[in-house]
Each structure stands twice: as C-alpha cells, then as structure tokens.
C-alpha cells in the first residue's frame, strides 16, 4: 500500500544516491524535506524540494528538521559512529519511519546485534532498530560510481593500475539503490527488511575496466600490482588506516570466491538491475 503524499526528510540530498532519491520521491508525489547547512545556497535541488537547515553534528537541528517529516532517508557520511546516538534520536522522535543507506559490509550475527568492523555502518543500524520506528536498511555493494575513480587514468593512458584484478565484484547503479529507497519510503511491507543491493552480475575489477573501455569506445585494460604497493596507494589518497587492510582483504578473498548477485532491485522495484555497461555509456564523456 502506498501513503498519501508522505513528507520525506532527505539527508544526503546531494550525495551519490541522495541525489536520485530526492526526484525519485518528487514523482512519486511525497513532499521532500532535503537537509542542509545553508538553505540559502541549496542551488543544486530539483524543483519541488524544500531545503531545511541541519547539520548531522546537531541534534537540536536534526530535531528541528525532522518535525514535521513521516519519514526520514538518512545517509551517513561520517567515518565513525560518534554522534549517531544523538543524530538517530533526534531524527526519528517524530518520524515513523527511517530508510538507512547503509552497506553490503554489515553482516548479521545470531543472537546478536550486526557487526561492521572499521565501518559505523553496523552501529548506527543498531540505534535505528532500538529507535521504535518502522526501519529499513539498503546494504548496496560497491557503487558503479565509484569507477569514477579511474577515470583520470583511462582518459591519460586507457590503462588502470591497481590490486586484484581477478576479483569478481558486483557493482550497483546508484539510480537502482534510489528507487528500492524511494519504494521503502512510500510504500508498507518494508520495514525490517536488510536488502542486499547488487548489480546484475559480477565481473572482476579487470573485465569492469574492458567493459568500461568497450563503452566509452576506447580500449582500456587492467594492470596489477602488488598489494603492498595498492596499500601506499590507499593510504597516500587518505583512506582511514583502520579499514585500508580490511578492503585489501576484502579484495583478495573475492579471486577465488567472486561477490553474489542478488535479485533486489528486481523484487522490490519491479525492473532489473542496471548493467555497468550501460551506466558507463550514460558517464562516457568522464572517460574520454
């Protein structure tokens, strides 16, 4: 069942997946609330949405935001939980419902609450669910965004340099995570649920780069390193010490045991999941 126009605070309206969350909601006829520092400089909105002042470091703002909200869509950006407990309960003291973007990295322990080492992921699933709100979680494996990363490096040199190219790993398009958010929002039957978000099949980081490359109409290939040279990588671009290791693990556990595919975004939206191939045909010009 759908609810009649549902007002929506969105926070991370400007994020990879809040973007599309918040048209995705404006057609479907909820009002969006979309969370912001400066309302007055909230130029990048679609028409229809309704800037709000917050911060996620202010609960009083959060609070004040989240009044008159039926629901919240809430993104964590932070690299820790700190402030979650006091961001969570402020947002969901009027709501009845929250969708978290949160991650294919939480996994769920028996008799137990879920664990999400490195990540705040896990944590702040946590305080959603003791919260007493009608809750659901979107654990999406990588973004196909993210192949943003290498754009720089096709377009010099049509090559990517990196670890673990035999690793098979699913990415989702981050318009598909929107829409299973937009239907959690809006519609009942969600609540409780952990959806694994995948794209529709998982090719190894080496294939990802062919197939970007067959796209985009250059050819581009994959170059392997060492992981002790992926880890200077890492921690020279900034990534937190404390899950550089982790996702280099990450990585090599996937050559011998690829990520699975799932057939959410099937179920819940009713249309299949977006290929890399054609979200890198729609990003082509990032690549050229």
């Known amino acids: 069942m759908v609810e009649q126009s549902p007002k929506v605070l969105v926070v991370g309206a400007n994020g990879t997946v809040g973007r599309h969350v918040t048209p995705g909601l404006l057609r479907s006829g909820a009002e969006v609330l979309a969370l912001t520092r400066e309302p007055e400089r909230a130029t990048q909105l679609p028409r229809g949405a309704t800037p709000v002042r917050g911060d996620l470091t202010d609960p009083e703002s959060l609070a004040a935001a989240a009044r008159e909200a039926d629901a919240v869509f809430l993104a964590w950006p932070l690299h820790s939980a700190e402030g979650a407990a006091e961001a969570v309960a402020a947002l969901t003291g009027n709501a009845r419902r929250v969708v978290y973007l949160s991650s294919a990295a939480v996994r769920d322990v028996p008799g137990g609450e879920p664990e999400s080492p490195g990540r705040p992921d896990a944590e702040v699933e946590a305080l959603i669910a003791r919260s007493g709100v009608r809750y659901t979680f979107l654990r999406p494996h990588g973004f196909m965004a993210n192949a943003l990363r290498w754009a720089a490096e096709i377009r010099a040199t049509g090559m990517v340099r990196g670890y673990g190219g035999a690793a098979g790993l699913t990415l989702v398009d981050e318009r598909d995570i929107a829409a299973v958010a937009v239907r959690a929002l809006t519609e009942d039957g969600h609540h409780g649920a952990r959806y694994a978000l995948t794209g529709p099949a998982s090719p190894t980081q080496a294939e990802q780069v062919r197939i970007i490359g067959a ?72 690549f050229r």
Not at 251 to 262: C, G, H, K, L, S
């Open 215 to 286: 796209a985009v109409g250059r050819p581009a290939r994959w170059e392997e390193i060492s992981r002790a040279a992926a880890r200077r990588q890492l921690v020279d671009s900034g990534w937190p010490l404390g899950i550089v290791d982790g996702a280099l693990d990450f990585v090599a556990a996937r050559i011998d045991a690829p990520e699975p595919v799932t057939g959410t975004v099937l179920h819940v939206t009713g249309a299949p999941a977006r290929s890399l191939h054609d979200w890198a045909v729609e990003h082509a010009d990032r």
